[in-house]
């Protein structure tokens, strides 16, 4: 008897170590699935945050979730641009509400805004001055016709600059610009025969053609910088990519009227 109970304590303990063993091994199991699961989870989101598609001048392109903290990233973004270089900039850090109001008034994406601003003047660091010394506050490379204001950066030049009355009410006029050009179908030919919004390389290769010796690769980088800074600094939650259609963020103020320059 005593020899059988010993050998059932044996089978028994034998049987539960088993068992231990293999639940053990599913808990790892499980724990590896959970993790690589995480992780492709979150290699999506920023190739969402940070892509191209994110970038479309379409309102539709991103869905505002949280107005007040887009604002203040950007606001922050604009700040840390300033502590890069010594030479000032045209935006301010109270100026990051503008690019947001802005974008919503006019039904465009806030990232396509200031992205064109980061790379056409580095937030205003380099913005267009012209003959004379003569302030365009213009940080968006905008060009005039005979009709428009503007003015060159020499009495030789070709071109004619976009003049802006100032920094904000530039950052408004842009915004409606941009909405005109390249958003809305009835002003937006390109849109128009696509029928339906252009893509952010469909944006680019218009306003900056390659075969001009324009390095899309280069500005898209700069498109996307800050993009790329909201999510690693914590705003990325602000806002989603490929939400909502172009009407979500536009009002009732929106600008139909055809433009008359490229830019």
Known sequence: MEKAATAS??????????????C?????????????????????NNQAIAGPDCLSPAGGSVTI????????????????YASQDSRPLLFTPDMGRDFVQAAKQAGINPLTLIGEAVTESSLGREPIVCSGGVA?????????????????????????????????????????????????????????EKGGPLSFNEYLEIYSPAGDDNDHSSMTQRYNAPAKW???????????????????????????TAPDSPL
């Open 9 to 22: 304590s044996f089978v028994f303990l034998a049987l539960n170590a088993f068992c231990c063993s293999w």
């Open 230 to 256: 909201l999510k690693e600094n914590g705003y990325g939650s602000a806002y989603a990519c490929g939400v909502g259609s172009p009407e979500s963020l536009q009002s009732s103020t929106t600008s139909t």
């Open 136 to 192: 365009t506050y213009n940080a968006y490379g905008r060009t005039a016709t005979s009709s428009q204001p503007g003015c060159k950066t020499s009495a030789g030049s070709e071109k004619t600059w976009y003049m802006y009355p100032n920094t904000r009410d530039g950052l408004y006029q842009q915004a409606q610009y941009v909405y005109s050009r390249y958003v809305n179908p009835e002003t937006c030919p390109e849109c128009k």
């Open 65 to 80: 979730l949280d107005e007040n903290l887009l604002a203040e990233g950007f606001g922050k973004y604009i700040e840390f």
């Open 24 to 44: 053990g091994i599913i808990l790892i199991i499980i724990l590896f699935v959970g993790l690589f699961v995480s992780l492709g989870m979150m290699g999506g």
